[in-house]
Each structure stands twice: as structure tokens, then as C-alpha cells.
């Protein structure tokens, strides 16, 4: 392995020799392409306010005003800017950047994100559109808002706030690496990139809100759509066909069991990782926000329909990670495989185009995150000023210097290590959350015990396994690794259901609960 050098990346050759190869970087095509992009993408977004009724005149639709309109866009978004608002957030520079890089590491295990989000749509479909019935109803604004008024219970409502407020500083964080890793790839070092980022993204969310990824995620998604089909296309017949590609990369992965995609060490946690991810997916700050700015449950269950077409493109997405083995880049730091691929294979003002896609791609989602967890700060934390648009502006900015913290002291080495530590907490909100939905007798008291020890055991355990998202359990030879996410989420389970027991059984008063709503179709 070796250092990249701005202005040249380390080779290696098919004989397994390395050279330094003269790449050069995108020059003034390339960098003023990504300017281009990246900065009417923001000057969209923040000046949406203005000419957003330009488009809307003649219509009439109810309003909410307030922090409900910069928060939740009103709550009117149709089946298209959901589409796209849905997509935007949860397909995000962890797509394009973290996934290929744990391909070109790992291999086949990589390509656990596929199955989770094939997981995860029968569950939107199912849960989402009942969520949102409750939501509407009850004018609540957050998961958080939803459990109170379900368990009648302020400390179970701070838990699940705190949850997904600590959760989403990872995700934006990830988004925020996206965004210097391709600044860097343009020739720029130092703090540079990282202020550039910050400060996009700041302005972006504060003067926008959530109107402005709603109504500029289209221009990301349109833009990865052109870069990734390029890729898939032009790369394999630079490097001589996919036959020859897979090939290549094959040599340079680690070997496997009888010539088996995964090892069987590695079958497993490709499993737990898959399912506990699909769990957590809908339970964060900001796709929970895309959900609930929908106009009608009849939206979400569209878009449940749809959404696996995005599915498709992260296939394809990840299979850059072993383009980049057979162009035979090598790299010392994961997050620089696709960015060293664009420059090593397309025209430096193409190279550009693809960066502003990824950099894009990172500021739409994390603008929804940061949305996302203000609504939290202001409806569950600072109760007395949900209405203040300034007041969640400034909680807004609060979440993303926290974000910075973390890009600053957190090992991102492998970046995709950040969104699956945040999935460890906020899988914690799923009994209360989910299980919540169902007519059971889950006291209070019992699903916070049941929070309390499941987000314990699951930190404590990735602080042994050095903040990585995996632990072994077993004995002796019989060891095997598992989600550390989805083996809290048990155990908290567990706890909350023989709490609840306990207490019937010991005949407890418990705080009366609300039944949950029947989902309604508009």
C-alpha cells in the first residue's frame, strides 16, 4: 500500500509491480465543472423561499406555518418530491463513497447494503403509512412526539430523542467526509475541504429548510444517475469487459472458501448487518422526517412501491469498488477508491461533473438529517419553542458542529463504520417505536428499562470491539460474529417484555397508553 499524492496516484500493475502514475488531477475544467454544480445547487436551495410561490401560484393548499413549514415542508409533499426527498436521504455519499470502498476492502461482503434495503420497503410499506395516520392526527412532528402521546411518558420521550440525536451525528458526519473527500480530489488539502463543507451545508439547511433538498434532491439523483451509468458502461470497456474486470479484482480480494463470493466467517455478519441496518433504516431522524412531510399515507405506500429502483443503482454503485482493483488503483486511504477511479478513466471535466454529484449527494441528505434532529431539539428537548423557526435553525447548526466533532475524532478510516454505529443506537427506539404500533401492553417503565440496557450493552460492546459495529460471541471453536446493533436490539427486547410481564404479574399501575390509529388512506 502506498501514499497518494495530490496531483499523481499509486498504480498497481497486473504483475503486482506498483509505479507512480501521472494522473493528473481535474485541472480548471474539472474544478470550475464542480464549482458550477455544487453552488447552483445551493444557491437553489437557499433561495427557495423566493421562488417557490412563483411556482406554486394559483394553487391552493393548506399551510402550517411556523417550524412546521420549515421543518416538514407543510406536510404536503406528493408522490414525486417524496420520491426524491425519500431517495435523497437515504441514498447518500455512504452510497457512492463508503460502499464501494468496503467492496474494494472486503469483496462480496460489501454488498450487504443490497439486501437491506430490499428488507426495508415491505416495512415501509407496512409501518410507515400507520406512523404517519398518528402523526397527522396528532400533530405530532417526530417519533419522539409519537411514543409520548402513545405511553403517556416524558422520560420514554427525552430517551428516544437523545437516540436519535446522538445516532444522526455519525450519519451527517458521513456526509461531511463525502464532501471532502471529493474537494480533496480535486487537488485541496489541509482544513480546507472540511471548512468548505461545513459552511455548504450550514447555509444550505438555515436558509432553505427542509423545502430546499425536497425540491433540489432530483438534481442529485438525476446527476448520480448519469455518473454511475457512465461508469458502469464506459469503465469496463476501458479495462476490457466485465469478464476481465471481475477477474482482475478477484486476484487482489481476499480469498474465499471453494471459490464462494463470502467466506464462511463472513456470512454471518453479512446477514446481521443486512437485517439490523433494514431495522434501523426508517428509525432515524431524517428519513422519519421524509415520511412524515408526505400528504397522505397513500404517498408512502407509492413510494415503497418505487423506491427499489434506487436499489438497483446501489448495485451498481458498488461494483466500482472492484472497477477500481482491476484499473489497479491502490490507496492508503478506502474513501479515495472512487474519486482515484473518475480521474484515472474519464476527461477531467467529466471527473468534475462526478465529484458535484457526490458532493451533492452528501449535502441534500445530510440537510434533511440536520432538519431532522432540530425537530427533535425543539418538539421533544426545548418544548416550549416548537414554533420557532430561529430556534431550530440555530439547534440545526448545533447538530451539525457535532457532526464536525465527530468527522475530527472519530477513526474514518472506514467510513461506513459511522452510519452502522449510529444504527446500534437507534435500533434502541424500536419497541417503543415499532413494536409501540401494535395493541400490546408494553408499560413505560418497562421500555425504558429495556432502552436503558440495550443502548448500554450495545455502546460498551463496540467500544471493546473499537467503535466497530461487529462482536463475537460463542465459546471456544464455536465463535461467530454478530451485529452489535441487531444483539442490543435483542437484548432490549427481552428486558422489555419481562419487565412488562413482571409488572402485570406484580400488578404495577402503569401510566394509561393510547391505542394506536387505524392507517387511513389519505
Known amino acids: 500500500m502506498g501514499a497518494r499524492h495530490l496531483g499523481a496516484d499509486l498504480v498497481r500493475m497486473e504483475n503486482g509491480e506498483t509505479l507512480m502514475n501521472t494522473t493528473p488531477l481535474p485541472g480548471a475544467a474539472g474544478i470550475g465543472v464542480f464549482i458550477f454544480f455544487f453552488v447552483a ?73 443490497l439486501p437491506y434495503t430490499i428488507i426495508v420497503y415491505p416495512f415501509i410499506f407496512a409501518v410507515m403509512p400507520r406512523l404517519w395516520t398518528i402523526a397527522r392526527n396528532g400533530g405530532h412532528s417526530t417519533a419522539a412526539d409519537v411514543v409520548r402521546a402513545r405511553f403517556n411518558s416524558r422520560t420514554l420521550e427525552l430517551a428516544i430523542a437523545l437516540s436519535g440525536l446522538v445516532a444522526v451525528l455519525p450519519y451527517i458526519a458521513l456526509q461531511l467526509i463525502g464532501i ?40 442529485k439523483d438525476v446527476m448520480i444517475y448519469i455518473a454511475v451509468l457512465a461508469a458502469v458502461t464506459i469503465v469496463p470497456m476501458y479495462l476490457g469487459g466485465y469478464g476481465h474486470m471481475f477477474s482482475v479484482a478477484a486476484q487482489h480480494l481476499p480469498a474465499t472458501t471453494n471459490g464462494q463470493p463470502l467466506s464462511s466467517s463472513q456470512v454471518i455478519p453479512y446477514a446481521s448487518l443486512a437485517l439490523s441496518s433494514a431495522f434501523a433504516a426508517f428509525l432515524y431522524p431524517h428519513t422519519l422526517t421524509g415520511i412524515l412531510a408526505a400528504k397522505s399515507a397513500d404517498t408512502i405506500r407509492q413510494n415503497a412501491v418505487f423506491l427499489p429502483i434506487y436499489t438497483i443503482v446501489l448495485g451498481l454503485i458498488a461494483m466500482l469498488g472492484l472497477m477500481a482493483h482491476a484499473a489497479g488503483i491502490v490507496t ?87 452510519q452502522l454505529l449510529g444504527g446500534v443506537i437507534i435500533l434502541q427506539t424500536f419497541p417503543a417505536l415499532v413494536l409501540g404500533l401494535l395493541p400490546l401492553r408494553m408499560p413505560a417503565p418497562a421500555l425504558i428499562a429495556g432502552w436503558v440496557i440495550g443502548s448500554v450493552v450495545g455502546l460498551w460492546l463496540c467500544w471493546l470491539d473499537g467503535l466497530k459495529p461487529l462482536h463475537t460471541i460463542g465459546t471456544g471453536t464455536m465463535t461467530v460474529a454478530v451485529s452489535t446493533g441487531l444483539l442490543a436490539l435483542v437484548i432490549n427486547i427481552v428486558v422489555t417484555l419481562g419487565c412488562s410481564m413482571a409488572m402485570r404479574a406484580l400488578r404495577v399501575p402503569a401510566s394509561p397508553m393510547a391505542l394506536p390509529a387505524e392507517p387511513q388512506g389519505k
Open 41 to 113: 445547487t445551493i444557491v437553489i436551495g437557499t433561495t427557495v423561499r423566493l421562488w417557490r410561490p412563483l411556482l406554486q401560484r394559483g394553487r391552493t393548499r393548506p399551510t402550517t406555518g411556523g417550524n412546521d413549514e420549515w421543518g416538514l415542508g407543510g406536510r404536503a409533499f406528493g408522490p414525486w418530491i417524496t420520491w426524491f426527498l425519500v431517495g435523497g436521504d437515504f441514498y447518500t455519499a455512504y452510497t457512492v463513497i463508503a460502499v464501494p470502498a468496503l467492496v474494494y476492502s472486503t469483496g462480496a461482503y460489501g454488498f450487504f447494503a
Open 180 to 219: 471532502r473527500t471529493v474537494i480533496e480530489a480535486l487537488g485541496f488539502s489541509g482544513t480546507l475541504p472540511l471548512v468548505f463543507a461545513f459552511v455548504s451545508l450550514a447555509a444550505y439547511t438555515w436558509l432553505g429548510g427542509l423545502h430546499a433538498p425536497a425540491l433540489t434532491a432530483f438534481i
Open 332 to 418: 492508503s486511504s478506502s474513501s479515495q477508491v472512487v474519486p482515484q477511479l473518475f480521474l484515472a478513466i474519464f476527461p477531467s471535466w467529466f471527473a468534475g461533473f462526478c465529484f458535484a454529484a457526490i458532493a451533492i449527494g452528501a449535502l441534500v441528505p445530510a440537510s434533511v438529517m440536520a432538519i431532522g434532529a432540530a425537530n427533535l431539539i425543539m418538539h421533544n428537548i426545548l418544548t416550549g419553542h416548537k414554533n420557532s423557526v430561529a430556534g431550530a435553525r440555530m439547534a440545526g447548526f448545533g447538530i451539525k458542529v457535532g457532526a464536525l466533532l465527530c468527522v475530527l475524532f472519530l477513526n474514518a478510516k472506514f467510513a461506513i463504520d459511522l
